[in-house]
Structures are given as C-alpha cells and as structure tokens.
T-cell receptor, first 105, second 116 residues
C-alpha cells in the first residue's frame, strides 16, 4: 500500500495563529482526503483534493500530485480547530499517523 | 456531505461473547466500505475493505475468522467481533463511498467497544 507521512506530529498554537500541515505519500494517488477528528472521535471531511488548491473558509488545501505531497493550511486558528488532522490517499484509504493540533486561548 | 450511521456508539461485552457493529449509508449506495480500529492516541488502522457482494479483503495481521465482515447490501455492512477478549477493546470506525475508487469516502461516528 501507499505509505503516508504526516508532519509535524504535534503542533501547539496560540489562538489566531496560522499553520501548515504536510502529508507526503510514497506513490501516485487518485485523490487525497483531509480529515479532522474531533474530541469525540468523529472524522469530519475537510477536503477531497487530487491536485491544485481548494479553500473552505479559514482552511485551504493544496495537493501537488507530481511531487507526492499535500498541504493543509489553517489560518486564524480557533480553539475549536484542536484535534487530530489526518490525510488518506483515496486509492486505499490508509491513514497517516496524523498531526495533533492544540490551539490555546 | 453524505451520511454514514454506525451503531451502537458504545458497547460493553463480556469476554468470550460476540459483538456486532452495523454501518449504514443513509443517503447513498455504498459500493465500498472500510473498517478501521483506533487505539488511544494512535491513528486509524485499516482492518479490511469490502465491496458489496464480495468477500472482504483483510489487511495483513487481521484475523478474518475473528473479525467477520459482511457487506450484503449497498447500504449496510457489519463487523462482528467473535469471542471478544479485553485486548479487542478499541474504537472501531467504518467508512463508506459510492464507488470502488476515485470518490469521496464518509465516516460513521465510531463504536467504542469495551470487553470486560
């Protein structure tokens, strides 16, 4: 299967700060999904993005398929952004280890 | 987004008994479903992938006789943990998508299984 590496593993931010999360994958992918797992365990779909850039409010994502990585940008972070962010290639839906984000008030 | 419903959300069972977890796609037909388990502070580990009407494909190291997966219809998949033991206690999550590949997958709420 496709190997997925996410960085950083942990990130602590002050409310209002911006951040970039990275997802590297070992092989070409049909598509890539970003998720946010909230404190109750629910996975929320953030982006479904094979290439290019998408934006949704304070969040945006960019996938550069030819270079096998995707970035998730969080701007003006809020405490409700806390949780774990995962990426998963759509080919086989195996997850990276995730980035645990803590946003402090 | 599409809705995937997982039931029960929490279950406690005695060691040696079996537990069934249901995963339903409520507003789309799920050609493919995925089952994961997640231990505290860890990522989701894919257990198996199932396509409707076919036998599930299990990941290496996952015992297919212990974790029985049935995907008999386009809206329902079940995971049965047979002869459960305390080490099977975990968070189990299902995912569904309307095609074998190249479309977005959606997740259920998860089931927290505790074996006592």
């Amino acid at each position: 299967g496709i190997q997925v590496e996410q960085s950083p593993p942990d990130l602590i931010l002050q409310e209002g700060a911006n951040s970039t999360l990275r997802c590297n994958f070992s092989d070409s992918v049909n598509n890539l999904q970003w998720f946010h797992q909230n404190p109750w365990g629910q996975l929320i779909n953030l982006f479904y993005i094979p290439s290019g850039t998408k934006q949704n409010g304070r969040l945006s994502a960019t996938t550069v398929a030819t270079e096998r990585y995707s970035l998730l940008y969080i701007s003006s972070s809020q405490t409700t952004d806390s949780g774990v962010y995962f990426c998963a290639p759509n080919n086989d839906m195996r997850f990276g280890a995730g980035t645990r984000l803590t946003v402090k008030p | 987004g599409a809705v995937v419903s997982q039931h029960p959300s929490r279950v406690i069972c005695k060691s040696g008994t079996s537990v069934k977890i249901e995963c339903r796609s409520l507003d789309f037909q799920a050609t493919t479903m995925f089952w994961y388990r997640q231990f505290p502070k860890q990522s989701l580990m894919l257990m198996a992938t199932s396509n409707e009407g076919s036998k599930a494909t299990y990941e290496q190291g996952v015992e297919k006789d212990k974790f029985l997966i049935n995907h008999a219809s386009l809206t329902l998949s079940t995971l049965t943990v047979t002869s459960a033991h305390p080490e099977d206690s975990s968070f189990y999550i299902c995912s569904a998508r309307p095609s074998v590949t190249a479309v977005e997958a959606f997740f259920g709420q998860g089931t927290r299984l505790t074996v006592v």
